[in-house]
């Protein structure tokens, strides 16, 4: 079928290995990622422990969190078997380690979607060898955090009913005026979108791996890639999709957690019913979250030895993040109890004083101790240095954290109006294995995913390892707008292909063959490579319509159908409430909007990329395109030109291998 | 290209015909107490269309419940007899024992129909209706139509407005065994209400400040929960 | 279900008696135990009864059973009711049983009923539940097992024929019996022996009471109280209003004399005297701490106080100053003045059972001028009939071996000290006890008493007042009435029916006025009404108060209190709680289960001790410590009762020197309810296998002197060193917070408003902060009725009647100890108690009964995810509970914190109990939240019963549970939207306020400030 010839091969040096194991003192080299010098090092460095077997480390560590996991599994099992009464909830005190739960750990996800989105329209480049592992802490901490909703129930078996689908009951829809299902739509459209960006990121990645594979593996992961190829229109559209993401991500994640703390701050209950919630919970999501991905990170560059990718540079920039967050955490404390002082209402005075000095203090000291006092030793840099230290800091504000959820919820709900319903909680063994396994849950999901799929996002890295590798402007980018058009030739049946070993090589063939007028068809590159558009010519991607477009309708849609289900085809009186109540219609107007517009992007990308999957074996990618190959495909039309001038081309260029193929 | 684009459109395809499958079971899901068309076999084989149909006894002669009570209730045994004690079996059984009496110059005997001999027993009583030694029992009818136990329904208020059986009972006069006519479902109770409460002619009265009885069509949640 | 009020609806089995043609109760076999709700509906064949589990599916097919004869008067599915007495308090309260398909299902009081008036103690309501216990008898006993009637009846008959040749004593021992006819059959039965006597008894005896009318007035009888014309009442050591004698009937009198609305308005002065605080005590306006060792000083100084303003000579020797505290000596100078300048008007009470005390009393009653008035001698109640002079006579005849024959009722081997061993030296000992009892166990036959709802019975509350009992099922179990077995040992075989009919005939009937009427109708009236006053009962026209008894009594020697030398030698004070009485209401959970109105402690009785005499012993609550008698008792017949072991409470408003120990529990078999409430690893039993609820501290009752004494001088406290958790409804003493989390300037919350008299009727007392911004137009005005109660405070004793009553009506589940104690009960409707310290140091107690408000923006609405909470057109907050998912989110944002969650599946199908179950309420499975409906079963029935009968809604007809239940009509429940309507003048009232009304949720209940009235200065 193909007919390849093989041109020059010239084998891509080796360079020495020496800073793979860069040890944490050696700050003084000013490149963000010391381990890799070129895309093929990247490639080994991330691919071969997922090929080689795990480690007795990650077996141990695999077997700890699935004996979490069972214990929870066991727990929540008998919880659901026999009564939520197995919990140590009562009349007053309806919500404790549930909501805890639920809280914390969607405040865990939102550092991973900051970090991948965020720093993404920041164009904060430290963030690509952490953006991935964030994001799949995201999705596993939303997981864990959509449990917890779901298991507080009386009914779980009737969870779907929070659903506004079709029913025989008249149709009897669902409340829009009610948090907790803003909180329905806000964690679905959130874990969506989460798991899309993440995929959608680790399709180039999945491709690589694919492409060492053999056997089994390689039909799963082929299957997983999606036919990923790494040609420049498909790296355009990938990257216009992945900025599209992140910049729907990063208004959803606000969102995310401004809704999660409206469950509290719309309800009437002192300590709850308060304005602030939404920045605090947000601030504080991003804080836990940060933490939360400092503690994985300093496990898992040591577990899978990725001290060159996650350097000292990582951790301390995380650091002076969670300094950062810290003291903004700690201002809204400070307000908090301004407001309640100032607020002069005894209700939420005496909440406030019963938080400090009631029978919880503990709980609000620890708060206070770990998520205040503690990360302000952030401020020394010696302290920054030394990781064993950043990793106990990082700890005791996920513990802090946690607490100041407790806190809230349980404080605020034992002692209310009424002192004849005051009570206290104390946790049953159920809540304390529940709890265990959401972190079994947690831990063995990202265990699972730090085997089997790449954690650190290749082609970023990549990228980011030839920015750093290549010094100096690409002066020759000035001219791309001037290269001739080259139609596409209609007689053509054969074409040409060059191999080169960096970008720089690809972008001065693009631009050879052009200025020869010859058709340059695509060019297959392990990262996205900075000019190659302008130099191929390659039109702006219209993937943001297509956002445009499915969000407006997702907002339309889900606004008409609030409105018309709950004023117009049942009306019920609920709390006396207006029954355009469109105040409380906005969050799941925009959280639907968010969810359309996101997989209405991805759909797009996917359809125009032709990345959707399907049986054929026909090999997508040329060969090393995934890994450290930089590859042009050329057409010609001239028959004056001859095979051998081809080959020329690719020598003059310095190509490393080349080959000539039918058209299929 | 063309492998890679029909790929593609069966993996739309697919995705279309999964999404219309989920609104289409969605729309049809039916709770599992729905058994329209429901007509099991009776331990007597009463036929309400005799009965209903072609007699024209009224419902609520049988079913006297409905006028006061929630419950239209099934009729006691007692309530058959009050016809049955004469009527023993059907007119034509009847006429050919006369006519072969008459033949064989005898007293015509009492002739008793095999479905009625079971209301006797249910009564304790033999064919010359003396009282057996096995004594009374109910008869134990298969119950057709069956609410949830969290469903309040009251039949002599619907009665008491002179809904008619038919609504929501079906053509019973036409129907040799009682089936389930209507899905009991809370959307087809909700609908009927629904529109009840929006026909005009139904208003709210309100004299020297009380609220007057039968005036008002509700769709509240707790007209039948609580 | 329309008013009970209306006397339209009553009837009875009995108007159909004669006809002759019915059986009494058609096609209803006998229940059988272990038998579940539906399979009981089959078997009466009115239901449809669902076989398995076939709600959803059809699998296994319904089948439904029609009745085989029509039974005109009962429509299946449709309620009657049926008139009745319930002695179940010992009051013998009026009562109307709400029966469904052959089966009772819930009693409420007789609205026409001269006693109660309509309200009834929760012991009362509570007594359904015990119709349904499957631990009752199902035929007589022999020697500890089964037997049969004619057996059991043979062997008594057969040692009564012994005592008749051989000569022998027969005793009969019974707790009061009023009724006639079982009365004149027991007399009929002992003439028939040589030397046969029957003695009464009460366990919360008011026997020195009755013996001092004797010696005051010649009669030994217990007089009416009349509180509604009680202008001041001085109440020493009696609980009237909770537990003494007729609680239901001194309530309405009581309420009667409260009356801070009417023009002008009427208000009497409630003195306390007391040594716990009792629930009569948490409404006084004064409350005066006195030891039971400082009554009678008390009251003879009283007594020479009130003599010496009415200028009538005091007989005996002139008493020392000193005999009682200065502080005690002022407060009853102020009240001897009060009393003074309200004669006629004024009503001493006396509780304690001490003779000399009770002289005092009626003393003091007459030199006021209040007999006749307040006090009624001319019809005396016959509530309490006990004489503790013949008990003491009978337990030291069973002690010598002289009695050959002991017929008891009731459960004097619990109830009496010293009981139980003497009842084991009776030759043969036969007992009526419905179940096994501590009686039961020592006797050699036992008679079961069928309960009260399946007996025809009459009873004579006071004398005149004749009320008859109808059975309102056919028995569920074997068992015969007291009437029936003394009858058939006379050889009278007739039924029980005949048995009573025959006795009225006989002896009641001559006595009425109109006899005219043919006996048969008048009796079905009788019955249909319930009871009947009779003219011409035995005249008691009392004399004089007796000048000799009075000067001994004043002369009698004072009684002296613990050595102050004994640091922990603390006076013992026995008191009965709400519930469980003398313990009578032991095995029914809904009681055990009832938090006690002060102590708000369920499942446990407890050492009450006052917080300073706590601190001084280093104890708090949950210690639990071993209570002793410290020095042998002053009899030497009564052993030194064994020492038990309880946990402390620590009580607010109790006298320092005592402490306070409930009776009625310890009984045996309450280890029944190890598995009540939910069963789960760390699910705790409500009690221990083979224990039971509480201690019984009966033993420490003395029965010395004849007279059944419920307090002791000396007891000792010794720490054990264990902690046992009590599980109480409500941990928090105060309505304000903690001290040390009150913000500047102290905050109490005004969730109750407890106010004066002056203040009341001066300022117009503004009700809390009730504003009425709107943030929006009104969606949702239907000009339809809006459903709303009123709450008086003022009104409010605490009793907690109202509670049992909604449990019954609305099915709310026991859920047993534990899950009390991790705060799950379940009731919709709570008493919240509130202490307020005084200047003075005592403390002001609130009761408020604190429900569901359906608020007309309710918090809870509008966060429930699936709409299974929302408002009705009718202004109702509505749950429905299979709609309901669970979330919880609802319950968090009450700020009243009503709502209650199925945190477990409460509920069981295969208990005999759940016939009590009401199938006009949803039982409400796990995971669903609940909460106070208004009754609105109640409403929608009302509102079906006036269309079909073509008539309008009107105000009254439509009763809650809670309202109808309150003898002190404290609740009413009507259309707010009405202007005219008995709940909206209430809350018109300028005492009305909301509860947390600042928060502007418009509740839809509205409270009325506690009213007070205590001393003005000056006056």
Redesign the interface.
Known sequence: MSDTAHGPSAALAHTPHAEATADEGSSADPRLITAARTPGEVTRDVCEPLERGPTRLWYLCFAVSAAALLVGAVCVTYQVA?????W?????V??AFDITNFVFWVGIGHAGTLISAVLLLMRQRWRTSINRSAEAMTLFAVMCAGLF?LI?????W??Y??FP???????????F?????WD?FAIGTYFTISAVFWYIGMLPDLGTVRDRAKGLRKRVFAFLAL?WDGSARTWSRWEMACLLLAALATPLVVSVHSVVSS?FA????PGWHTTIFPPYFVIGAVFSGFAMVLTLMIVARKVMSLQGYITERHIGAMCKVLVFTSSIVAMAYATELFVAWYSGS??E??AF??RL??PAGWAYGIMVACNVLTPQLLWFRKVRRSIGTIFVISLLVNVGMWFERFVIIVTS?GR????????GYAP???ELGTLLGSFGLFFTCFLLFCRYLPMIAMAEVRAVVAEQEHHGHDTAADADAALPESPTPPRASMRHCGVFAAPEGLLAAVRAARRRGLHVVDTYTPHPVHGLDAALGLRRSRLPFVTLACGAVGAALALWFQYWSSSSD??????????DSFPAFVPVAFEVMVLLAGLGTAVALL?RS?L?????T?KPAPAGATDDRFVVMLEHADASLSRADIEQLWVDQGAVDSWTEQR? | MSARSSHSRVFLASGLVLGLATIAVSIEWRPLNTHTGYAPEQPVAYSHRLHAGELEIDCLYCHFGARTSPRAGIPPTSVCMNCHATVSSDFGSLLAERALAADEDREPRRIVSAEIRKVYAAMGLDDELQPTDSGPHPIPWVQVHDLPDFVAFDHSVHVSRGLACASCHGPVQSMERVWQESDLSMGWCVNCHRERAADPRITLTREHGKLQPGEHVTTDCVACHY | MTNPGNTKWFRSPETRGDTGCAPEFPVAPVPQPGMDRRSFLRLTGFSFAAAGAAACSRAVPSLALPQVTADEHVVPGRDYWIASTSWADGSGSGVLVRCLDGRPLKLEGNPDHPLNQGGLTASCQASLLSLYDDRRFDGPQRAGAPGTWDDVDGALRAELERIRSDGGRVRVLTPTLTGPSTLARIATLLDSVPDGRHVMYDALSCSALLDAQRSAHGVRVLPRYDLARADVLAVFDADPLGTWISPAEYSAGYRASRQPDASPPRMSRHWQFEARLSLTGSRADQRVLVAPWETRPALTRLARAVAERSGTPVPGPAQAATDVRPELHDALDSLATELWAHRGAGLVLCGRNDHHAQVLVCWINELLGNVGNTVLLDTPSQQRRGDDRALAALRDELLAGDVDLLITSGNPAYELPGLAQALGQAGTLACTSAQPDETSALADLVFPESHELERWDDSEPHAGLFATTQPTLPPLRDGRTLRASFARWAGDARDDRTLLRDAWERDLAPRRQAADEPFGVWFDRVLERGWVSLPGAPSTAARACDAAAVATALAAPRETGPQPAGADGLGLVLYPKVGLLDGRGAHNPWLQELPDPISKVTWDNHADLSPATADRLGLRTGDVVRVTIAAPSDSAQAAVPAPIELPVLVQPGQDDRVVAIALGYGRMGTDRFTDVGPQWFEGRPTVAPGATVGSNAAPFLTLDDGVLGTDRRVVRLTPTGEQRLLATTQDHHSLAVPEHLAPKGGEVRDAVHLTTLDAATVASHAGGHDSHAELWSDDFDHGLPHWGLAVDLTACTGCSACVVSCQAENNVPVVGRDEVQRHREMSWIRIDRYYADRDDGGVDVVHQPMMCQHCGHAPCETVCPVLATMHSSEGLNTQVYNRCVGTRYCANNCPYKTRRFNWFEYSREDRLQNMALNPDVTIRSRGVMEKCSMCVQRIQAGKAEARRRGVALADGDVQTACQQSCPTRAIVFGDLHDPESAVSKLAAKSRAYSVLGELNVQPSVRYLADVRNPATEGA
């Open positions: 026999v009564g939520i009464g197995t140590g909830l009562n009349r007053t309806g919500w909703p507080h129930m009386g009914r779980p009737l969870a009913w929070v689908y079709p029913n025989t009951r008249g149709p009897l829809w669902v409340n005026r009610s948090p907790l299902l329905v036919r469950d719309t309800a009437v209950i005894p209700y005075q005496f004083a019963n000095f009631g709900l209310d109006f009424l002192p004849s319903s005051w009570t049953t063994l159920i049942w009306p019920l009186d609920v709390g006396g409430k207006p029954l359809w032709r959707l999957p399907g049986g054929s026909q299929p």
